[in-house]
């Protein structure tokens, strides 16, 4: 059975997260974390010790730290789900996005959702494009070191891969075996042809929405877009007709 057969589509959350970096500067954070940062961009940049300048160091801190569970914090999981419609055919989808600026208080609220809704991994999966390397470690991680329990969706920590197979991964799915390829989420929704994600903001302005604007909810609009684009990317997957505007629901 195919992966994509192995779940009722009626039973996957799909999920994408937004992150920033921890603070607003990098002069915010400790000397120790300055330094850690500072090794940090040598492995990025493939530079010596000697070769990078305070200004870049300051600067990839802006621009790159929110990537890294080390030194960036979650502002935004949106999910999404389809139902069943008593009176249509039709799925519908309902959109729910978590936003909080202090991230222990957001991630409680996102495991409150898959304890009381999708806590069995054997009847219901997590569905996003590249959550196996980005998404679910980054939540995992940011859990971990606000000390929070894990639901049983996400307490994966040493499990071999047939023991995450409720975790459902778009890319994974389009690579097709090939270990090489990356795939954004845009260019599979314009070569599917259905909207955009990024038609407002894209993710390197995330931080610089947060830290100067402070505008959740538009960073929230934006990632609900995201989940959108996840499901319609697998509804094609399926060979299934694309969602309608009358068909998706944001719940606030």
Not at 94 to 102: A, E, G, P, Q
Not at 122 to 138: Q, T, W
């Amino acid at each position: 059975m195919s992966l994509l057969d192995t779940f009722d589509l009626y039973n996957i959350l799909f999920l994408d997260i937004e992150t920033v970096p921890g603070v607003a500067d990098f002069e915010e954070m400790s000397e120790e974390m300055q330094e850690l940062w500072a090794i940090k961009c040598r492995n990025i940049f493939r530079k010596g010790e000697d070769e990078l300048e305070f200004d870049e160091i300051a600067g990839a801190f802006g621009d790159r730290a929110g990537i890294y569970a080390e030194f960036g914090k979650i502002v935004c999981v949106s999910v999404g789900f389809l139902s069943r419609q008593p009176d249509s055919p039709e799925p519908l989808l309902r959109l729910k996005s978590f936003t909080n600026h202090m991230e222990a208080g957001l991630l409680d609220d996102f495991c409150e959702l898959l304890n009381k809704h999708f806590s069995n991994p054997d009847k219901f999966a997590i569905c996003g494009h590249n959550i196996k390397e980005f998404d679910i470690p980054y939540i995992c991680r940011r859990m971990l070191l606000n000390q929070l329990p894990f639901p049983r969706m996400l307490d994966i920590a040493g499990k071999k891969p047939w023991e995450t197979k409720h975790l459902i991964d778009t890319m994974d799915l389009w690579k097709f075996g090939d270990i090489k390829n990356y795939t954004s989420l845009r260019l599979l929704a314009a070569i599917f042809g259905f909207p955009s994600p990024k038609d407002d903001i894209d993710g390197g302005d995330v931080a610089s929405v947060y830290w100067e604007e402070r505008d959740l909810d538009r960073i929230a609009s934006y990632c609900e877009k995201d989940v959108l684009a996840t499901v319609q990317l697998f509804l094609k997957m399926k060979r299934l007709p694309l969602l309608q505007p009358a068909q998706v629901v944001v719940v606030r």
